[in-house]
């Protein structure tokens, strides 16, 4: 098939649904769903270049139910038409020189996407498209999730707030980083800078997680041990409920260590995360007042003394950041935060599971077993 002047040739492959090949791989995905849809839920790494806009698909569906598909269908190419479909047309091709191992979808898989591969077809373009649509590797996904629910092995990694649970398992060719999937680390003080994926995107990305970590052999999976939600997203059901009677295995370190994780985690590494995003001067404000709102958030659980002491504290520590760079002056509220509020509450917890605690030791001897755990399968 010949391509566009100036472009490479792309070699004609035929259409696909062999979901678990295209999700195990991560070929680029072209999505031509309208913005909202893809803002909804989309899959990692997908590029949306909507055949209509949000205004067009509306428009075009009310013509549908008041006319039928042939109205519809008329509407939209008198909408899409002249220089607005070629403008389309060639982000489409542009895509497709950049990306000749990728492949297009829309909801169903059904008029847009064959309508997407038409143009580009009558363009010099033949590019596949995934049957079933973003509907068929959505309900894929589900099933894979809801799969390694049910036929895994699954391990609880347990440890008072700064132990380094995310920490080690990143260590394990097993871990599954259920934080690092929400963009969030769970706690009061866990929002990032960059805001937390939706909930359908949080699913997707746990799920293509889960279905390349079994693909590669892995029959036994290593969580942190989480809430019912993470900020604003929820654990799937059937996997926190797998989580609630799974063995639990409990992280121990030295309160010096946890004070200078969480030092690194939530004021040196946070902070830079925020300058990064907006600069040097509004980032650090944006995380100065995100650490003060944090703090305000578990106010009535600290008592009006205690939190008006910590914020003293927190206050004086940003002060001195701002001014000099030094963070050491966050040790203070970070020590006397860990040892009247994290970790009565986790004690609380922990003894409430004691039953379930199948191995508990330091780091090391944690790594170890957890990856022994892996190899008995």
């Known amino acids: 098939m010949d391509s566009l002047p100036g472009s490479s040739a792309v070699t004609a492959r035929?259409?696909?649904?062999?979901?678990?090949?295209?999700?195990?791989?991560?070929?680029?995905?072209?999505?031509?769903?309208?913005?909202?849809?893809?803002?909804?839920?989309?899959?990692?790494?997908?590029?949306?270049?909507p055949?209509?806009?949000?205004?067009?698909?509306?428009?075009?569906?009310?013509?549908?139910?008041?006319?039928?598909?042939?109205?519809?269908?008329?509407?939209?190419?008198?909408?899409?038409?002249g220089e607005v479909k070629a403008r389309r047309v060639a982000a489409w091709a542009e895509f497709a020189r950049r990306h000749p191992d990728g492949y297009l979808y829309c909801f169903r898989g059904g008029l847009r996407s064959q309508i997407s591969q038409q143009w580009l077809r009558e363009a010099g373009i033949d590019y596949p498209r995934v049957v079933g649509g973003y509907k068929a590797m959505r309900t894929y996904l589900i099933d894979t999730l809801d799969a390694a629910v049910s036929e895994c092995d699954w391990l609880v990694l347990g440890g008072l707030t700064g132990s380094g649970k995310t920490a080690l398992l990143a260590e394990l060719d097993n871990g599954v980083d259920l934080e690092a999937h929400a963009a969030h680390r769970g706690s009061s003080f866990g929002r990032r800078a960059r805001p937390q994926p939706t909930q359908i995107d949080f699913e997707n990305g746990l799920a293509i997680d889960l279905l390349r970590r079994r693909a590669a052999g892995a029959g036994t999976l290593v969580v942190e041990d989480e809430g019912r939600f993470?900020?604003?997203?929820?654990?799937?059901?059937?996997?926190?409920a797998r989580m609630q009677t799974s063995p639990l295995v409990w992280l121990d370190e030295p309160f010096e260590a946890r004070v200078?994780?969480?030092?690194?985690?939530?004021?040196?590494?946070?902070?830079?995360?925020?300058?990064?995003?907006?600069?040097?001067?509004?980032?650090?404000?944006?995380?100065?007042?995100?650490?003060?709102?944090?703090?305000?958030?578990?106010?009535?659980?600290?008592?009006?003394?205690?939190?008006?002491?910590?914020?003293?504290?927190?206050?004086?520590?940003?002060?001195?950041?701002?001014?000099?760079g030094e963070v050491d002056e966050h040790r203070l509220w970070i020590a006397v935060l860990l040892r009247h509020y994290y970790d009565p509450m986790y004690?609380?917890?922990?003894?409430?599971?004691?039953?379930?605690?199948v191995f508990r030791g330091d780091r090391a001897a944690v790594r170890e077993y957890l990856r022994e755990r892996a190899g008995r399968r």
């Open 14 to 49: 035929p259409d696909s649904a062999d979901y678990r090949a295209l999700l195990l791989s991560g070929v680029p995905m072209l999505d031509v769903r309208a913005p909202a849809e893809f803002l909804r839920g989309a899959f990692p790494g997908a590029v949306n270049l």
């Open 51 to 81: 055949l209509m806009d949000d205004d067009e698909r509306h428009r075009v569906g009310c013509r549908y139910k008041e006319e039928g598909q042939q109205a519809a269908i008329a509407l939209g190419h008198t909408l899409v038409s």
């Open 230 to 240: 993470i900020g604003s997203r929820d654990v799937p059901p059937r996997l926190y």
């Open 260 to 324: 200078e994780r969480v030092l690194k985690d939530y004021v040196v590494d946070l902070a830079a995360e925020f300058i990064a995003a907006h600069g040097a001067e509004k980032g650090f404000e944006a995380f100065s007042e995100r650490m003060r709102d944090a703090l305000a958030g578990i106010a009535r659980r600290l008592g009006g003394a205690r939190y008006q002491r910590l914020a003293a504290l927190l206050a004086h520590a940003l002060q001195r950041q701002a001014q000099t």
């Open 347 to 357: 004690d609380y917890q922990r003894e409430a599971r004691e039953s379930r605690i």
